[in-house]
């Protein structure tokens, strides 16, 4: 193994050892000792790979959007109409016996408040990066109009920010309430929203 082969091994190890963590305790909750402890990193090779703390979790959301948006465009490019894709999509935020659904594991859901006046590039990372599932969420709704298998909409990017929103704020309610009904509910009214039959929204 090269040593850049390495060198990225021990850079995603500090990144998923500290989003596993970040997830649980938030990024103010999470000290440096408590990543480099989990990752088995030294500090001296921590700031090899980091310049700062919110350098790192700079890094550590670039990472999570770029995963995230990958798994979305495979769904995208996957069989099925857009009808099906929306409604898998929405099928993934829920938790299965099989593994947990996005919900349980959203950096924005977990960091949106905290970091938005805590760090602007950290903000501004998951902001770019809500907004690029918007783009695809959006064309999911045009393509589906297209074809039928989605209700068409006047202005279907700013229907798929509300839609977005509608499902951020079902998660959160969500994890005060313990309980995926929340969830539940937004999948049905979305369900309900999207639907090639009815009066146009």
């Known amino acids: 193994m090269t040593d850049a082969k390495k060198s ?4 995603q190890r500090i990144l998923d050892s500290g989003r596993a963590l970040v997830l649980q305790h938030g990024f103010s909750g999470v000290g440096l000792a408590r990543i480099l402890a989990e990752s088995g990193v030294p500090k001296g090779s921590f700031y090899y790979y980091f310049a700062s703390k919110e350098a790192f979790g700079t890094a550590m959301l670039a990472d999570y959007v770029e995963g995230y948006l990958n798994r979305v465009d ?6 099925g109409d ?3 894709k929306l409604e ?3 099928d993934a935020w829920l938790s299965h016996s099989t593994a947990p659904g996005i919900a349980s594991a959203c950096l924005v859901v977990k960091l949106g408040s905290e970091i938005a006046d805590l760090s602007d590039p950290m903000r ?4 770019r990066g809500v907004d690029a599932l918007v783009t695809r969420l959006a064309s999911l709704l045009r393509e589906g109009a ?14 798929a920010r509300m839609l977005y929103a509608k499902w951020l704020g079902a998660a959160v309610l969500a994890k005060l ?14 369900t309900s929203q999207l639907s090639p039959t ?3 929204f």
């Open 8 to 11: 990225d091994q021990t850079r």
């Open 74 to 79: 495979a769904l995208i490019a996957g069989p």
């Open 82 to 84: 857009a009808g099906a």
């Open 88 to 90: 898998n999509f929405w």
């Open 124 to 127: 501004e990372t998951l902001d």
């Open 146 to 159: 297209k074809e039928g298998s989605v209700r068409p909409f006047i202005d279907p990017d700013a229907t």
């Open 177 to 190: 309430a313990q309980s995926d009904a929340p969830l539940r509910m937004a999948r049905a009214e979305t």
């Open 198 to 200: 009815g009066d146009q």
